[in-house]
């Protein structure tokens, strides 16, 4: 069977020996709180006004999911132990997430502007009601 | 000089006779399928947040998801269900490296007793999304169809739907197959296959679909219910 090929197998994971139970353990907890105080911020957020405060724990939630998401990748999918060329191969491509984001939640927001200018309808529809 | 270049070869990353990676190459693809799936997911959530960005108001989340199974008509408890089920998919995921770890260590039991654990959970987490897709669909909420009112009253986006259907959807579709892998990783431990392969390294190719699967729903969850 080529799975069993001595170059291949069994000796790949004695390299980089994982934590044990106790990371696990602890990576838990971690996960944990962290979903914990993100949940809430959720309740907390519910009735707030959008003011700079609301937008401010917003970017506080962003933080949190992706902090949870390292968690995730670097001890359970166990990237934080391979090496620094494997990480890499995965990760660099990674960065080209930072451009679509960027680009293209500002390309929404263009499209919501330029509609907001010249869409006679749209530009009723964005009138916040009047408060009672 | 020829045996001086043979040297140097010999001890170049790339030279051959090594593992660049220090992996095996079946989870090294692994690792790139899952990264092609990311940007697959990325495309969904992106294009989700762009149509969120152009428009002049959206539905809110709090009051399309309020609801909880078995809870009496007119229960207002956002964010209540949705926190259970991604507490689920996490423990799933702790139980799947415990699995994971007891395959390093070749324990046959734990690695039985752990998968069964995680795939109880994948079931959980489907059946939990199964509940919330048809109670939203009783709702009237589809594809194409959006009961819920925008944030400043007028009528719906139809994205937040559409959008909410096609991205849970996808995502509930890798938990099946998430699920599905690891029956069959159930069967290949029980028939001792792992065991006579002298490695569980196919529990760890398994386990890193199963964690991305959780690591998705972190995103889709915090883009969907929080914001």
């Given at each position: 069977m080529q799975h069993s090929s001595p170059i291949n197998a069994p000796h790949a994971h004695e390299a980089h020996p994982s934590g044990g139970v106790k990371e696990v353990i602890r990576i838990t907890i971690y996960l944990s709180v962290l979903t914990i105080v993100e949940l809430g911020i959720g309740y907390w957020r519910?009735?707030?006004?959008?003011?700079f405060f609301f937008h401010f724990l917003s970017g506080v939630i962003i933080i949190l999911m992706l902090w949870k998401a390292f968690y995730i990748i670097a001890y359970f999918m166990h990237l934080?132990?391979?090496l620094r060329n494997m990480i890499m191969t995965i990760g660099i491509p990674m960065l080209l997430f930072i451009w679509f984001i960027i680009a293209f939640l500002h390309d929404g927001n263009a499209f919501k502007e330029s509609n907001m200018k010249y869409d006679k309808y749209k530009q009723e529809k964005s009138i916040p009601p009047a408060k009672k | 000089m020829t045996t001086t270049t043979t040297a140097t070869t010999g001890t170049?990353?790339?030279?051959?006779?090594?593992?660049?990676?220090?992996?095996e190459y079946g989870k090294l693809l692994m690792w790139y399928f899952l990264m092609s799936d990311s940007f697959t997911f990325g495309a969904l959530l992106i294009a989700y947040g762009t149509i969120r960005f152009s428009a002049t108001s959206w539905p809110d989340p709090d009051v399309a998801f309020k609801t909880f199974p078995f809870a009496p008509e007119g229960t207002n408890a956002p964010l209540v269900f949705v926190s259970i089920m991604t507490f689920i998919l996490i423990i799933s995921s702790v139980t799947m490296v415990l699995a994971v770890q007891a395959g390093q260590r070749m324990d046959k039991k734990t690695v039985v007793k752990n998968l069964i654990l995680t795939i109880i959970g994948g079931f959980v987490f489907l059946g939990c999304q199964a509940w919330e897709w048809s109670h939203l669909h009783h709702d009237g909420a589809w594809w194409g169809s959006n009961p819920f009112l925008n944030v400043d009253g007028t009528?719906?986006?139809?994205?937040f739907t559409n959008f909410f259907f096609t991205i849970t959807g996808f995502h509930g579709f890798h938990v099946f197959s998430g699920v599905v892998i690891n029956i069959i990783m159930l069967i290949m431990t029980l028939n001792n296959v792992f065991e006579r392969r002298g490695h569980y390294l196919m529990i760890e190719k398994a386990g890193l679909y199963w964690h991305f699967v959780d690591l998705v729903w972190v995103f889709v969850f915090t883009v969907f219910y929080l914001f």
């Open positions: 519910i009735d707030m006004e959008e003011n934080k132990h391979e | 170049k990353l790339w030279g051959g006779g090594k593992s660049p990676f220090n992996v009528k719906g986006e139809i994205g």
